[in-house]
């Protein structure tokens, strides 16, 4: 079995990719195997589920603390070897004052709490701290852009492994000299990338998660021109190459997608937990999560209602 598509994303699909890495087929070559092919090398030892969940947007207002509790509380019920974070843990921190910034961090922390497994944190525009100038702090603030995330945190890109599979969490985001946030994968980080690449094997599935969009459909289908995606992405692509990439987690625009790349590999744009502000769907985009079920080199994903839009309906009876 090649691929089951369904009309349906919420039901679960079926992803085989092809192991060509392995065989050291670039990504922009046509693939050559024939699906019959592709045979999958599944073992106890590599199944395993974890949990995308992406543009959280915690604050105390808008009963968004009871929203988060579902998730987490959904999660836990999945059993999750872990949850990866897509990144807007809060909102928002780029043009607040300092108590209040550190208090949603703060909040944030304390109900990460709650999960029962490992949480891998992946940072959001939102989680830039005084970045813009609205914020009554600035670049002098020791906890200024990302420094507040790592005072919490720790680095804001790095990488872990799970029974054989490597796992990369990126920062995708900069400041621009008029105090925007951009897409970008910063030099310092893309030299890590590239030492932490020489040290995983090329046949190791590798997932890759970034907050803003490295691939999507959404700028042509918005008409908005690459304004929301990475404007790099294709270097990391290009350093991953001749690695075994599976899969990139993806979240920002609050928008489910599915794509798949020349047999390759495939992208995730994960919806979100807060929707839009907490006040209903985002491009009618149910609030929810990526749950992921990795057997052996493949792996099949579900999108996880976890009724935070039946709550929230009942809330404002
Ligand atoms: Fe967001």
């Not at 100038?133 to 600035?138: A, H, N, R």
């Not at 790349?261 to 495939?266: C, E, I, K, Q, S």
């Not at 709550?311 to 009876?317: D, S, T, V």
Request: aromatic residues 12%; charged residues 25%; glycine residues 8%.
């Amino acid at each position: 079995m090649a691929k089951e598509k369904t009309g349906n994303l919420n039901r679960r699909q079926f992803i085989q990719t092809s192991g060509l890495a392995m065989a050291g087929m670039p990504f922009l070559s046509l693939a050559s195997q024939k699906p019959e092919s592709r045979i999958a090398k599944d073992s106890p030892e590599t199944s395993f589920e974890f949990s995308f969940l992406t543009d959280i947007h915690l604050k105390p207002e808008m009963n968004a603390p009871l929203g988060f509790q579902m998730a987490i509380d959904k999660v836990n019920e999945l059993n999750s070897d872990f949850a990866i974070m897509g990144g807007d843990l809060v909102y928002d921190v780029m043009r607040g004052d300092y108590e209040r910034s550190d208090m949603l961090f703060d909040l944030y922390q304390k109900m990460s709490r709650g999960f029962n497994m490992p949480v891998y944190n992946c940072v959001g525009n939102h989680d830039l701290f005084a970045i813009y100038p609205e914020s009554p702090e600035d670049a002098n603030h020791p906890d200024y852009k990302y420094g507040m995330w790592e005072r919490y945190f720790g680095k804001t890109y790095y990488s872990f492994d799970h029974k054989g599979w490597h796992f990369i969490v990126l920062n995708s985001l900069d400041v621009t000299e008029d105090k925007k946030y951009k897409g970008v994968f910063h030099a310092e980080q893309l030299e890590w990338l590239a030492e932490d690449l020489k040290n995983t094997d090329q046949s190791t599935p590798i997932v890759v998660t970034t907050h803003i969009p490295m691939l999507s459909t959404h700028w042509q289908l918005k008409g908005q021109n690459g304004a929301v995606g990475v404007e790099n992405s294709a270097e990391v692509i290009r350093m991953l190459e001749n690695h075994n990439l599976k899969l990139i987690l993806q979240g920002h625009i609050h928008w489910k997608e599915y794509g798949m790349v020349n047999d390759r590999f495939d992208f995730i744009t994960g919806g979100s937990i807060a929707g839009n502000g907490w006040k209903g769907r985002r491009h009618n985009t149910k609030e929810g999560f990526v749950q992921i079920k990795v057997q052996g080199e493949n792996y099949s994903w579900e999108y996880i209602d976890h009724g935070w839009e039946a709550e929230r309906l009942r809330l404002q009876l």
